[in-house]
């Protein structure tokens, strides 16, 4: 299979992206062809060669010595001295976390130029990059959700205390605060509107149990990973969820019952069809009181969720050839032809 890693982009997981590329490179080196695709804090996409799938060639700059893409109905290309040469990008795979890759803009972008991307298309996008969305989503699917409000820098939360507020349009724990008394709330609110100009807020549950469940949509059968209870102190802030999400080693199943099990599968399903038709998602659930709770879906987890899988390399490829197919129409003029006729013209 030839896939083509797409990477970076505007957002403030841009260095996570870096990451969940350089480590997908390693998962799939192996038994697929691989090309590689940066686009950079300008929105200027560059082709980077296999060997130079390392950090420290992005924070030095070094990529921008290699050759600058165009994107048209061809795929992408680059200028040679007569002509664009276009590269055989396969199927790409979006791995661009948060603004860009999660927003809905490269999703558009690929339907508008006819592209095969393993990714969110632009309704699960707008669904899953904000967190009110994402709530909406649920509850419209009898899905239970934490209670919520959202606030702005001039508003305060009218919650009781404990509360956490997380900036509305971001993932990867970034900007997470957790309030526990009135003297906390300058500092949570400062934490969140570093990043958004809106923030939810939910209750902050003491020793909540939490849960992921990776997986995805194959000639209309699931394919779900293990689930995971990822470890944490009070939260699961960023330190804790990505010093090691390069992880590709698998993770150890939770010590749950069947029947828990089975209800987040049961919730996931509900989720993901048919809207995130074409990509791999991850659902985090928090468990309170014999009760699940959806928390929030992640369109393009951290390196994919790899570990989550016994066979990814196997569950990409899968996915890659079950690509949702755009409705194609076909734009006659038959309607003006027949005003026309009727006027005599």
Do not use: W
């Not at 997908?24 to 060669?49: A, C, P, S, W």
């Not at 290309?77 to 790409?92: A, D, H, N």
């Not at 661009?96 to 991307?117: P, V």
């Amino acid at each position: 299979m030839h896939f083509t890693l797409l990477f970076g982009g505007v957002s403030f997981e841009h260095e996570i992206s870096i990451v969940t590329a350089i480590t997908l490179k390693k998962l799939l080196e192996q038994e697929h062809t691989l090309e590689f695709i940066f686009l950079d804090g300008n929105r200027e996409f560059y082709l980077i060669e296999a060997d130079s799938m390392k950090s420290s060639y992005f924070a030095k700059q070094k990529y921008k010595k290699n050759k600058k893409l165009a994107l048209s109905q061809d795929g992408f290309s680059y200028k040679t001295l007569f002509s664009q040469q276009k590269i055989s990008e396969g199927v790409l795979l979006n791995l661009i976390h948060g603004g860009d890759g999660e927003d809905g803009k490269l999703a558009s972008l690929f339907d508008f130029f006819g592209l095969d991307y393993v990714g969110p298309r632009l309704e699960a996008s707008v669904v899953s990059f904000n967190k009110l969305y994402t709530k909406t989503y649920a509850k419209s699917l009898g899905v239970d959700v934490l209670d919520y409000e959202v606030i702005t820098p001039k508003i305060d939360p009218t919650f009781e205390y404990p509360f956490i507020i997380k900036p509305l349009r971001l993932g990867s724990s970034i900007g997470i605060a957790i309030a526990k008394e009135p003297k906390d709330l300058e500092y949570a609110k400062d934490s969140a509107f570093e990043y958004d100009i809106e923030a939810i807020v939910e209750p902050f549950i003491q020793g909540v149990r939490e849960f992921n469940l990776a997986g995805c949509m194959v000639e209309d059968e699931f394919i779900y990973s293990i689930v995971e209870e990822p470890t944490k102190e009070e939260f699961l802030d960023f330190n804790k969820k990505y010093l090691d999400f390069s992880r590709t080693e698998e993770v150890q199943k939770a010590d749950i019952s069947d029947e828990l099990e089975s209800k987040m599968r049961e919730i996931f399903a509900k989720i993901y069809n048919p809207i995130f038709r074409g990509s791999l998602i991850r659902c985090d659930f928090f468990y309170v009181d014999g009760k699940l709770y959806l928390n929030e879906i992640n369109p393009i987890p951290g390196s994919m969720a790899n570990y989550l899988f016994d066979d990814f390399n196997a569950i990409i490829q899968k996915l890659a050839h079950n690509l949702p197919k755009q409705h194609q129409i076909d734009v006659s003029y038959n309607y003006i032809d027949s005003i026309q006729r009727a006027k005599g013209k």
